[in-house]
C-alpha cells in the first residue's frame, strides 16, 4: 500500500500496463518527449520510446481514427485528449465509429481502444479547460464510460478499461491528479466496469455521485452526520454501463435520493438515474428524486467568481441535502 | 447561361479524360519516368493531366493468366453491378451504390496486394476492390438484401458499406473520409509491429474536401506510413462537379503539400493503375512512406439508385466513355491483341460469371432475413441489450 496522488496512480497503471504487454502504445498530443502537459504520462516515452509512445499531429479526429484502425490490426492504443474540451473534432470518430464497429460489422471486428481525457473545472481553465463531455458519450450504445477522481479507482479501471474489448473512455478529473491522495494497493488489479461502489454506507438518505463531487459529498456527510442525517454516498464510476443494481438499492435502502454532478444539469446523467430510480424503485421513495448539477450554461468563467458560482461545493451539497432530509 | 454551365462540365471532363488517339505503348521505364510524380521534385504539379502511356504488361512481370485474372474480376464487378441495377429497377431490392465505370482503377491496385497480409480500408463504390480480395458473388448479392448472412454487416447496413476481416476489410460507413484516418492507424500498426504490410485507402475526389481526408494525409505522411491513398476521380460528388470541392486540377497537386508523391493515372487502364500501384507498394513497404494515386474515371451511373443524375450531367458525357474508352472494352482489346484471349474464351468466362451471379441472386433472393432479437446483439461483446418490451416493466431485469 502507498499513498498516490491521482496523477501518479495514471501514471504508474501506464507504465505496468506497456511494461507487461507490449501491444499498448500511448497516442495524443505532448504525450512523448514532454510527457503531456498535465504530466499524465510522464516517464513513458523516456521508458518505451518512439515506438509505443506517440507524439501525434494536433487534430483529434485522427488520433482517435488512427487509434481505432491501430485496433484493428494487433494494437491496443490508449487515445489522450489533451482536455475534455477538444474532444469534440473526434466526437464522429468516437460515435460514428469506434462505438459501432462490432455492432456494424456483425462481430466481425472490435475497437477494443482506450480513450483517456482530463475533465472539469476549478483550475482557472474557463470554458475550454474545464468542462465536462462525459453525458454526450454515455447515451451511446457501444461505448463505455468511466469517470474518476480516484487514484484507487482509476487504477483498477484503466486496467479493465484496456482489456475490455469494447471502446472505453476514461474522464480523470483534472483538479483532482494533484489534489485527490489515496491508499493504493501495491498490486495489479482491476475494478470491473458497470460496478458503482458506496463509499460511505448510510440510512438516511442517499447522494449518488461520481468524480470529484464524490470527496465534495463525503465532506458533507461528515457535517450532517452532526446532526445525525446519515449519509450515503454511491460513487458510480462508470457512467456506461450505469450499476442500475446499486442504484435501486441504495435508493431501497434509503427512501431519498440526491443525484450530484459537477456536469450541466439539464440532459447530464442526473435525468437518467432519477428516471431509473423512479421506475423501478418508485414505491420505495419517501421523497422526490432531487438533483444538484452545474448550472446550465455554457461553462464556469475564467473569473474565480464565476468558477465559485458554477461549483458544485460541499457546501451546496449540505444544503441540498438538508432540504432533502427535511421532506 | 445553360450553354456556359455545360461547356464547363465538358471541358472538366475532357480535362481528366485521355484522347485516345494519344496513347501509344511505350517501355515500361520510359512510362515510368513520365509518369505524373508531383512529390518531392514537384514535376508536373501544375500541368494539366497528361495523357497515360500504356504500360507493357511483360515489363511489370505479368503473365497471360494474371491478365485474365484482372479481367475476370473487372468483368465480375461489372456484372455484379448491372445486376443490382436491374434488380432495383424491378423494385426488388432498395439500393444501389455502383462501380461501374472504375473497376480498373479498383482492381488495378487490389490486384498489387498481397491477399492475407495487406488491409484495404474502401470506400462505398469499391466493389472492384471487394471481388479481387475475394468477396463472392453470393456476400455481394446477400449484402444488397441486408440478409442475415451477409459477412459485411448481417444486414445491419446499407450495400456498398464493406467489412471483412478475413479479408482484411475493416468495416466501413457511411461518413465520408473516416476510413481513411482509419487506414492511417492500420498503417500506424504496421510500422509499430515491425511488418511490411501495406493499407489502401479509396475515397472520391469529393471526399478529398473533408478533415479527416486531410487529417489521414497529414498523419501518414508525417509519421512515414506504409499507406497508399487512391482518389478515384469521377468528376462528380452526388451532382457537385469538382470545381465545387476544389480550386486545384488534381487532387494529386496536393501531395507535394503533403510531403508524399502523387501519381495521376488512366483509371480506364488497368495496367497503368497497376504499374502506379505496384511502386507505391514497393515505397509502402521498403519504408518510404505513403503515395497518393488519383485515378481519372468516369461515374457510368447515377450516384445511386437514388440519384438522378439527368438534373446535372448529359448523358452524352457518360456514352462517349463508355462507347470510345471502356476499361473493359479497351482490356478485351489487349488480351485479344496479345492472343491471351479468344472469343470462345471470353464467352466462357462470361457465362461463368453469368452462372455465378444468377446463383448467387437466387440465393440472396430467397435467403433469411435477420431475426428481430439481432438488433440487440453486439452492441458490446459481452451482453445483448434489453428489448422494447422491457421498456415496459415496473422492474428491472438487468441486461442479459
Known amino acids: ?327 | 447561361m445553360a450553354s456556359t454551365r455545360e461547356e464547363q462540365a465538358e471541358a472538366q471532363v475532357l480535362a481528366g479524360v485521355q484522347d485516345s488517339a494519344e496513347v501509344h505503348p511505350i517501355a515500361a521505364e520510359e512510362a515510368t519516368a513520365q509518369a505524373n510524380m508531383t512529390g518531392e521534385n514537384g514535376d508536373g504539379a501544375d500541368e494539366a493531366f497528361q495523357p497515360a502511356t500504356r504500360a507493357n504488361y511483360r515489363d511489370l512481370g505479368l503473365n497471360g493468366d494474371q491478365l485474365l485474372e484482372m479481367y475476370y474480376y473487372m468483368l465480375l464487378a461489372r456484372s455484379l453491378d448491372e445486376r443490382q441495377w436491374l434488380l432495383n429497377r424491378q423494385g426488388k431490392i432498395a439500393f444501389v451504390i455502383s462501380c461501374q465505370g472504375q473497376e480498373a482503377a479498383q482492381v488495378g491496385l487490389a490486384y498489387a496486394l498481397e491477399k492475407g497480409k495487406d488491409f484495404v480500408c474502401p470506400y462505398y463504390r469499391d466493389l472492384g476492390f471487394m471481388v479481387t480480395l475475394g468477396q463472392t458473388a453470393k456476400d455481394v448479392m446477400l449484402s444488397v438484401w441486408g440478409r442475415a448472412e451477409n459477412t459485411d454487416s448481417g444486414g445491419k447496413q446499407m450495400p456498398g458499406h464493406f467489412g471483412h476481416r478475413k479479408l482484411n476489410v475493416p468495416t466501413g460507413s457511411s461518413p465520408i473520409g473516416t476510413q481513411n484516418v482509419h487506414a492511417a492507424g492500420v498503417a500506424l500498426a504496421f510500422k509499430l509491429r515491425g511488418i511490411d504490410g501495406v493499407v489502401t485507402t479509396q475515397i472520391g475526389e469529393g471526399g478529398t474536401s473533408q478533415g479527416d481526408w486531410h487529417e489521414a494525409m497529414n498523419f501518414a505522411s508525417t509519421m512515414k506510413l506504409p499507406m497508399i491513398m487512391m482518389v478515384e476521380n469521377n468528376k462528380y460528388a452526388i451532382s457537385e462537379p469538382q470545381d465545387r470541392q476544389m480550386a486545384i486540377k488534381n487532387v494529386a497537386d496536393r501531395a507535394p503539400g503533403y510531403g508524399m508523391p502523387g501519381v495521376i493515372v488512366d483509371g480506364n487502364d488497368v495496367l497503368d493503375v497497376y504499374r502506379a500501384a505496384v511502386e507505391a507498394v514497393r515505397r509502402a513497404r521498403a519504408g518510404e512512406g505513403p503515395t497518393l494515386i488519383e485515378a481519372k474515371v468516369t461515374r457510368y451511373t447515377p450516384h445511386s439508385s437514388d440519384d438522378d443524375d439527368r438534373r446535372y450531367r448529359d448523358r452524352a458525357e457518360v456514352e462517349e466513355v463508355k462507347n470510345n474508352r471502356d476499361a473493359i472494352t479497351i482490356f478485351r482489346k489487349l488480351l485479344t491483341d496479345e492472343g491471351i484471349l479468344t472469343s470462345e474464351l471470353d464467352e466462357k468466362i462470361r457465362s461463368g460469371i453469368r452462372a455465378q451471379v444468377d446463383e448467387a441472386t437466387e440465393y440472396a433472393m430467397s435467403a433469411p432475413d435477420p431475426a428481430p432479437s439481432d438488433l440487440y446483439r453486439h452492441v458490446y461483446a459481452d451482453q445483448s441489450e434489453r428489448t422494447f418490451d422491457s421498456q415496459l416493466s415496473f422492474e428491472w431485469s438487468g441486461s442479459k
Open chain 1, 1 to 327: 500500500m502507498a499513498i498516490k496522488l491521482l496523477i501518479e496512480a495514471v501514471r504508474e497503471t501506464m507504465l505496468s500496463l506497456m511494461e507487461q504487454d507490449e501491444r499498448v502504445i500511448v497516442l495524443g498530443e505532448d504525450v512523448g518527449k514532454l510527457g503531456g502537459v498535465l504530466r499524465t504520462t510522464d516517464g513513458l516515452w523516456k521508458r518505451f520510446g518512439d515506438s509505443r509512445v506517440i507524439d501525434s499531429p494536433l487534430a483529434e479526429s485522427s488520433i482517435v481514427g488512427a487509434a481505432v484502425g491501430a485496433s484493428m490490426n494487433g494494437l491496443l492504443p490508449i487515445a489522450e485528449i489533451q482536455f475534455s474540451d477538444f474532444i469534440f473534432p473526434a466526437f464522429n470518430a468516437i460515435v460514428s465509429e469506434a462505438a459501432r464497429i462490432r455492432y456494424r460489422s456483425n462481430n466481425d471486428w472490435a475497437c477494443p481502444i482506450v480513450i483517456r481525457a482530463p475533465y472539469g473545472g476549478g483550475i482557472h481553465g474557463a470554458l475550454y479547460h474545464s468542462q465536462s463531455p462525459e453525458a454526450f458519450f454515455a447515451h451511446v450504445p457501444g461505448l463505455k464510460v468511466v469517470a474518476t477522481a480516484s487514484p484507487k479507482d482509476l487504477k483498477g479501471l484503466l486496467r479493465s478499461a484496456l482489456y475490455d474489448p469494447d471502446p472505453v473512455l476514461i474522464f480523470e478529473h483534472k483538479k483532482a491528479y494533484r489534489l485527490i491522495k489515496e491508499e493504493v494497493p501495491d498490486d495489479d488489479y482491476t475494478i470491473p466496469l458497470g460496478k458503482a461502489e458506496v463509499k460511505r454506507a448510510g440510512d438516511s438518505l442517499s447522494i449518488i455521485t461520481y468524480g470529484l463531487m464524490t470527496y465534495h459529498a463525503l465532506a458533507a456527510a461528515e457535517k450532517l452526520a452532526q446532526d445525525e442525517i446519515n449519509v450515503e454516498v454511491l460513487d458510480l464510476r462508470s457512467l456506461r454501463p450505469l450499476d442500475v443494481e446499486a442504484i435501486l438499492a441504495t435508493a431501497q435502502k434509503t427512501g431519498r435520493v440526491l443525484v450530484v454532478h459537477e456536469d450541466n444539469l439539464t440532459g447530464g446523467i442526473g435525468g437518467e438515474v432519477s428516471a431509473l430510480i423512479a421506475q423501478y424503485a418508485f414505491s420505495y421513495l419517501d421523497a422526490p428524486i432531487m438533483r444538484l448539477a452545474g448550472p446550465d450554461v455554457p461553462a464556469m468563467g475564467f473569473n474565480h467568481v464565476f468558477e465559485e458560482e458554477f461549483l458544485v461545493s460541499p457546501e451546496r451539497i449540505e444544503r441540498a441535502a438538508r432540504k432533502l432530509a427535511e421532506y
